[in-house]
């Protein structure tokens, strides 16, 4: 079975620029989670799905961050303009509702971001 | 969601058993102790989960007293390929929240 698969793995981008991370999850996860990490920190939740749903975006800076998961399925984060303080690894996770408290969330391999 | 508290590393030897004490003072009756452990330039990837007593499986065990006020991750005779961060988080529905972690350091 595949598991998240993110692309692109890296991206280098100047200040100012947009840039766009996809995320397709392990197929038939309903749960969808977007998280942040910087260098030598756990992951930051920024939002997470439930099927097209943002359930929780508290953490999302809305000013410059955005998101969309249609149908249910992949998602795309997207950071328009983006700053200096962007540089980070973008991760995506899924799991599957039906295991109610027991959450095993999958994790990809993350995207690091550079901006410059 | 309660918060852990855990040590911000640990260094060990190849052979040694490892054993990492995460401490939750305030955690709600529907929580779950959950581990995740991340190697550099990958996600977090999920270890064990238990609500109390003691949870064994392949890769590690999980001891978490009567009072669930604290847990203890165990990973018997690391290797070097042990070496990573480990998170203990404190899991209630589809919330995971993530702290620095622990970083455990194997050497030969």
């Known amino acids: 079975e595949a598991g998240v698969v993110q692309s692109p793995r890296y991206k280098i981008i100047e200040k100012k620029q947009p840039v766009a991370f996809w995320c397709n999850p392990i197929?038939?996860?309903?749960?969808l989670y977007w998280y942040r990490q910087n260098l030598g920190q756990g992951p930051e939740l920024l939002i997470r799905?439930?099927?097209?749903?943002?359930?929780?975006d508290s953490q999302l800076p809305k000013d410059r961050f955005s998101a969309e998961r249609l149908k249910g399925v992949d998602s795309t984060l997207k950071i328009q303009p983006a700053e200096l303080g962007d540089s980070a690894v973008y991760l995506c996770?899924?799991?599957?509702?039906?295991?109610?408290?027991?959450?095993?969330?999958?994790f990809g391999q993350g995207t690091r971001l550079t901006v410059v | 969601l309660a918060k852990t508290t855990q040590p911000i590393s640990m260094d060990s030897y190849e052979g040694q058993e490892v054993n990492i004490t995460c401490s939750h003072n305030?955690?709600?009756?529907?929580?779950?102790i959950t581990w995740y452990q991340q190697f550099p330039s990958q996600g977090p990837r999920f270890i064990i989960q238990?609500?109390?007593t003691k949870v064994t499986n392949e890769v590690a065990s999980l001891f978490i007293p009567a009072d669930r006020k604290s847990s203890t991750l165990s990973l018997p005779r690391v290797s070097l390929s042990d070496t990573a961060v480990y998170y203990c988080?404190?899991?209630?529905?589809?919330?995971?929240?993530f702290g620095a972690g622990t970083t455990v350091t194997v050497r030969a």
């Open positions: 996770a899924s799991s599957s509702s039906g295991q109610g408290v027991r959450t095993e969330a999958f």
């Open positions: 988080l404190a899991v209630n529905d589809y919330k995971l929240s």
């Open positions: 305030n955690i709600a009756t529907n929580d779950y």
């Open positions: 238990g609500y109390k």
């Open positions: 197929s038939g996860h309903n749960t």
């Open positions: 799905y439930e099927n097209e749903e943002a359930v929780d």
